[in-house]
């Protein structure tokens, strides 16, 4: 069978690629020392082409069993996809690709091609810079922060964070009333499954898996990292000083305490199974400053129920 995508892509050598070239990136590079203003273009193009392709994967990903393809016409329909990401980008995409544009233009120190820039906008319906294009692009980047940061993984890495943490888990949640997903969803979410772990100044562990800072009342262990926070909504870079364990068992019982203990926490205490009541208690109580901290809560708790369930 032969794909043909006719008066799609424009006349440009560097686009005339195929989406799955390996040989693309070399391309990119020797374009790069000839004619740096074109390949900037390109490099934009293909991260727009990028973030649309995590755009499709995520949809063919919601579908019934009975729905699901065989391997072979997967990969075909994924070749395909990235294909018409492609060809897409090239003629505006999203209008992500000409604000990178001029981010990289503006970085390098030379202007945009004034020829370029009406070519690409004439090319088709981008969304350059229009309120309601990027409040989509916005809640999408928002989205996908949340799934990275947190939780509707099922690899085998997430897997092996809820089994190895449970029993410490379940001591907590008997403690504070609540289910144990509660728990090991609060975890996920402030560690990144444990990916984004707190460590001391030596590189060690500090099993502080739930971001617990350490204020006047502490008198163990610290660390100082950079973390974010939110300001009015918006994210900001600070240096913070973090409680540091010997343990995940110690991390754990001084988490049951610090909510049993604080009256600030009281609607989190004993909310058994109802997730939201408990993300609601957190962020009402000043757990965190990202003021969309109990969705994303709930959202990893949800992923996270039926793995739990069969441990």
Not at 1 to 6: A, E, I
């Given at each position: ?6 008066g799609v892509l ?151 964070f809820v089994s ?148």
């Open positions: 069978m032969t794909m043909k995508f006719q424009p006349q440009d050598p560097l686009s005339h690629t195929l989406a799955a070239d390996p040989t693309g990136m070399q391309k990119l590079k020797a374009a790069a020392s000839k004619n740096p203003q074109a390949a900037a273009r390109q490099a934009a193009s293909q991260f727009e082409a990028l973030l649309m392709n995590t755009m499709l994967k995520s949809m063919r990903s919601v579908r019934f069993d009975e729905e699901s393809p065989s391997n072979s016409l997967d990969t075909f329909q994924s070749l395909s996809d990235q294909q018409m990401v492609q060809s897409l980008c090239e003629r505006g995409g999203l209008g992500l690709g000409d604000m990178i544009y001029r981010q990289l233009a503006k970085q390098s120190g030379f202007k945009p091609d004034a020829r370029q820039m009406a070519a690409l906008q004439s090319n088709g319906p981008a969304l350059t810079a229009q309120p309601v294009g990027l409040r989509s692009l916005q809640a999408y980047q928002e989205a996908q922060a949340a799934s990275a940061q947190a939780g509707v993984s099922t690899s085998g890495s997430s897997r092996e190895g943490l449970l029993p410490h888990a379940r001591q907590a949640a008997q403690q504070l009333g609540v289910a144990p997903e509660c728990v090991v969803a609060h975890a996920a979410l402030e560690s990144g499954w444990g990916k984004r772990a707190i460590r001391n100044a030596d590189g060690s562990d500090s099993h502080n898996l739930f971001g617990i800072k350490a204020g006047s009342d502490w008198h163990g262990k610290t660390t100082t990292i950079v973390t974010t926070e939110y300001s009015g909504g918006v994210p900001q870079k600070k240096q913070e000083t973090f409680r540091s364990y010997g343990s995940y068992a110690e991390a754990f019982s001084d988490y049951a305490q610090l909510l049993k203990g604080s009256s600030r926490y009281r609607n989190v205490l004993n909310q058994g199974q109802n997730m939201y009541g408990f993300a609601q208690g957190l962020q009402s109580g000043g757990y965190a400053t990202d003021p969309r901290y109990a969705r994303k809560l709930v959202d990893v708790a949800a992923s996270l129920a039926q793995q739990v369930a069969r441990i």
